[in-house]
Every structure is written in structure tokens, then in C-alpha cells.
């Protein structure tokens, strides 16, 4: 069973520019979570959806960062424009259900100059 | 809220000596799950082991188990027989069982040595 999917593993750009991360969840699976981990701290949730909705968005910077889950697969989230403290790996995970093990993707890795 | 307490940055261990990972955490819920992840220099977060708040036996996977004390709030992770591969940043983590994203503690990083 193919895992998480994560493209690019490596992003480096200028402060104030765009950026995009794809990812696409294991085979079926319902939920999908987007978590910015910064160096030396844990994970921390941006998004989660269930399938095509999203369930909480509650610590997602909205003034700059966007997600979306278009027919409730793969999913995009995008940072606009990005600021130096955006910097983070960014990670996706999904689970078969709703509070199910969460599996994760490789993550990317920006770097904001 | 919840909360995850790592209170080990480091921990240092021989190759084929065990290690206990401590991990404390806070909630109000009745029903939640702790978990354990391994997070290698590659960066991908590995799902080593799950305990559920009602079960009653403390959980393994060959050489992982958690030892669970509920009334102490703990989910330490114990690694038997230590290997070099087991050389990576190690997560503690929470979630209620209505699947809210997980919350994580800051980690520790076990480094062993042959």
C-alpha cells in the first residue's frame, strides 16, 4: 500500500513571495490533516478536512495561507505572500476515519529568505 | 486543552541496552488516545504505538511498549534492545477519541551508540 504523498520535498524562496504543497493521502482514506512542525518543536495542526470539508482551520494564519481538498483526495496548501517565521517543515497525514492512526507524508522542507 | 510534557531533550543509550522515553500528559476528556512517533533525520513521522485511554492491558509492538499509568497521567514509550537504527527524535502525542488533530509534545531526541 503506496503512503502519503508529498511534493516538493524541498522549497527555498524570498520573503513575500508564493508557495505551494501538494499532497495525496493513502488510498481511501477520509481524513486529511495539513501540521507545520518548526525546528525543534512538534507538529501543529493548520487544517484538517473529511473528505472535502474541513473540520478545523481554527490555527491557520487565513490572512496568508490557504487549503483546499477538491473531490475530497489530494489537497493543496498554499502561503501568500510567505514571511520568514513561515520557514517549517510541512507535513500531511491522513487517517481512514475520524480519530483513526494518523500516517504520515515525507514532508517539505521551506526555507524563507 | 490538552496538553503533552517531553521533559528529556536528549537521551543517550548503548546498542542493545533498553530506554524509557517519558511522556506526561493533561486532559479533561474521559476518552483519549497516546501515541508515539518517530521522526528519523529524513524528517517523516513514523507511527511506532497507540494505547486508548480504556484499555485496561499497556500496549506493544515487538520491541516498543508504552507503559501507561493513568492515574500519574503517563504514557511513558520503552525500547527494548536498542538498535543504531533507532537513532531519531521521538514524539509523544494525543488526540480525544472524536478525532481532533493530534496535539504533540517537543520530543526527544535518543541517540545511540555502539
Known amino acids: 500500500e503506496a503512503g502519503v504523498a508529498q511534493s516538493p520535498r524541498y522549497k527555498i524562496i524570498e520573503k513575500r513571495q508564493s508557495v505551494a504543497f501538494w499532497c495525496n493521502p493513502i488510498?481511501?482514506?477520509?481524513?486529511l490533516y495539513w501540521y507545520q512542525q518548526i525546528l525543534g518543536q512538534g507538529p501543529k495542526l493548520l487544517i484538517q478536512f473529511q473528505n472535502n470539508g474541513v473540520v478545523d482551520d481554527s490555527q491557520l494564519p487565513k490572512d496568508r495561507f490557504s487549503a483546499e481538498r477538491l473531490k475530497g483526495v489530494d489537497s493543496t496548501l498554499k502561503i501568500q505572500p510567505a514571511k520568514l517565521e513561515d520557514s517549517a517543515v510541512y507535513l500531511c497525514a491522513s487517517s481512514p476515519w475520524d480519530g483513526g492512526t494518523q500516517y504520515f507524508g515525507p514532508g517539505t522542507r521551506l526555507l524563507v529568505l | 486543552a490538552q496538553k503533552i510534557t517531553q521533559t528529556q531533550p536528549g537521551m543517550f543509550v548503548q546498542e542493545k541496552e533498553a530506554v524509557t522515553l517519558d511522556c506526561t500528559y493533561d486532559t479533561s476528556d474521559q476518552s483519549y488516545g497516546l501515541f508515539w512517533y518517530k521522526q528519523p533525520s529524513s524528517g517523516e513521522m513514523i507511527f511506532l504505538i497507540y494505547q486508548g485511554s480504556y484499555d485496561e492491558q499497556n500496549a506493544t509492538e515487538g520491541r516498543y511498549s508504552l507503559n501507561f499509568q493513568k492515574a500519574r497521567k503517563s504514557a511513558n514509550l520503552v525500547i527494548s534492545a536498542s538498535q543504531l537504527g533507532d537513532s531519531a527524535m521521538y514524539f509523544c502525542a494525543t488526540a480525544n477519541q472524536a478525532g481532533t488533530a493530534l496535539i504533540f509534545g517537543k520530543g526527544t531526541t535518543l541517540s545511540v551508540s555502539s
Open positions: 488510498s481511501g482514506h477520509a481524513t
